[in-house]
């Protein structure tokens, strides 16, 4: 099974949380674990919105925390329409989420990623694999 780390579980990971760090370390050999552009642009905007005497240290942690992922994974044609599919369905159900968490959403569904997220909002979304490694 392969994992995609939502913006909140990456960000822990940057933390050093011990218990993303530890799960991390129980992925398999045939296992592993993406981030998303999505994601990266969200830990940059953090990056930038951070007080100037955080930004060096939270970037090289940021830098780090991302290496440690198999790949970014770009924006494609199947996750634009999973993306569109995902939106509509939120739409006529009423359940909108931010259009972030859908194009996340949308990478771990065009690519069968679990998604691991602590936003319990994702359960929302039909289809989706989801996991919780803070809970």
């Known amino acids: 099974m392969d994992y995609l780390l939502d913006t909140n579980t990456l960000s822990a990971l940057i933390e050093t949380n011990q218990a993303i760090v530890s799960r ?10 993406y981030s998303s552009v999505i994601t990266e642009g969200e830990l940059l905007f953090g990056l930038v919105n951070a007080p100037s005497s955080r930004q060096a240290p939270l970037a090289v942690r940021i ?33 909108l989420l931010p259009d972030n ?12 990623f679990t998604l691991v997220s602590h936003d319990a909002a994702f359960a929302r979304i039909p289809g989706l694999k989801l996991e919780d490694w803070l809970a």
Request: without cysteine; negative net charge.
């Open 101 to 112: 968490d859908i194009w996340i959403a949308a990478v771990a569904m065009a690519n069968g």
């Open 24 to 33: 991390i370390d129980r992925v398999g050999p045939a296992e592993y674990v």
């Open 63 to 95: 830098e780090i925390g991302l290496a440690a992922m198999a790949q970014i994974v770009p924006l494609t044609r199947p996750i634009a329409d999973a993306y569109s599919d995902i939106r509509y369905h939120l739409k006529v159900t009423g359940q």
